[in-house]
């Protein structure tokens, strides 16, 4: 034990690094016990709500509301994917939930910077990480979705796209972080049952404790010039940054885990919102994979279409906002600076766009 001891005090890094991966480990845990305590409770809600879709002004909210839900648009994108290759739905219903799942997941990331919330400087932080996401997404829909409505360009071109890969067959890629929790979840599950409110306190418990303690070892590391490794590596340039996400969330198969764990390491100082702007654009189209894998395995070109048409909207928003991206950065920034001094406007933003409005639109239109 004294040798333990010694080595700490010689080596404090080395035992603050191993804490923080340990920490990480919980993080991810609690984000697949979330996901799926949530699937429990709201899974069928979301399915039958997709399939119900004739409006595409209500397809939107409800793309939303059912991301919101069940907190992954991957899942989301994929019943909306598989109920296009059963014909439950058309293309031209899909695509308006397709972009609303896009706004939907940055949930998530907000949920994640909540726990900052009484240290002003770190929240202020990690939450303008968190909201450059869904900003980016609502600016994005705020121009396609009408370009879309009156055109079909989405349609049209991912139509193109999918008659060239249709045929091509998919694979079933699996996702690290889900092979070293979805055991841990599942043991859980069987010990306590799938009691979806016990399951998802536990959840929140789990990320609450471990992002705490991510954000200490990650100040340990700054001291350790762990940001000059951020800087120097992953995140030197704004080019390097997307790919970095691209292909994070193309691994992990879930853009909420890639954006969400860019939330305390903002936090604690080591990226600025510009730094993890083009990052989160990168997860944006990163999270695209798994619809298109999907829609390949099933070799339908409708599925196909709406799979490429998630990519081709991905990519036409980021056309847009990267070079403009002041304006997302911007209203982050200063949005969060008024969230640090009203402490209850991130949980009443939360409610109010991820939940209210969709759910008083759905009724109002449908």
């Not at 879309?148 to 045929?167: D, I, R, S």
Request: proline letters at 4%; hydrophobic letters at 55%.
């Amino acid at each position: 034990m004294k040798a333990v001891l010694k080595f700490y005090k010689q080596h404090p890094g080395i035992f603050n690094f191993l804490k923080l991966l340990f920490f990480l480990y919980l993080f991810f845990f609690s984000l697949e016990l979330m996901g799926a305590s949530l699937k429990m409770f709201g899974k069928g809600v979301a399915e039958n709500l997709i399939q119900t879709t004739t409006n595409p002004l209500v397809g939107l909210f409800i793309g939303i509301l059912a991301t919101s839900i069940i907190q992954s648009s991957s899942s989301t994108t994929s019943i909306v994917v598989g109920l296009v290759a059963g014909g439950v739905l058309n293309v031209s219903n899909a695509i308006p939930i397709i972009m609303g799942a896009n706004i939907g997941t940055s949930v998530t990331n907000l949920l994640v910077s909540l726990p900052q919330i009484r240290r002003n400087i770190e929240f202020q932080r990690s939450f303008s990480a968190a909201i450059v996401h869904d900003f980016f997404n609502v600016l994005s829909v705020l121009v396609l979705f009408p370009l879309q409505y009156f055109t079909n360009f989405l349609g049209h071109a991912a139509a193109f796209l999918g008659k060239q890969f249709q045929h091509i067959g998919g694979l079933n890629f699996l996702s690290p972080v889900k092979a070293i929790t979805k055991p841990a979840v599942d043991a859980l599950r069987t010990l306590i049952g799938d009691t979806a409110w016990i399951l998802l306190v536990l959840a929140l418990f789990c990320l609450l404790f471990s992002l705490a303690q991510m954000v200490k070892s990650l100040k340990v590391l700054v001291v350790a010039k762990a940001e000059v490794w951020f800087d120097r590596y992953l995140f030197k340039t704004a080019l390097r940054a997307f790919f970095v996400g691209l292909l994070l969330t193309a691994i992990v198969q879930s853009s909420s885990i890639t954006t969400s764990l860019a939330v305390p390491i903002a936090g604690a100082g080591l990226l600025t919102i510009t730094q993890i702007f083009p990052y989160t654009l990168g997860a944006n189209i990163g999270t695209t994979v798994t619809a298109i894998l999907a829609a390949l395995v099933t070799g339908n070109l409708s599925a196909v279409i709406v799979a490429f048409s998630h990519l081709l909207f991905n990519i036409s928003g980021m056309m847009i906002w990267w070079p403009l991206k002041f304006v997302p950065i911007t209203m982050a920034q200063k949005f969060s600076q008024f969230a640090t001094r009203k402490k209850w406007v991130p949980i009443v933003y939360i409610l109010i766009v991820f939940f209210l409005i969709p759910v008083v639109l759905i009724l109002l239109f449908r």
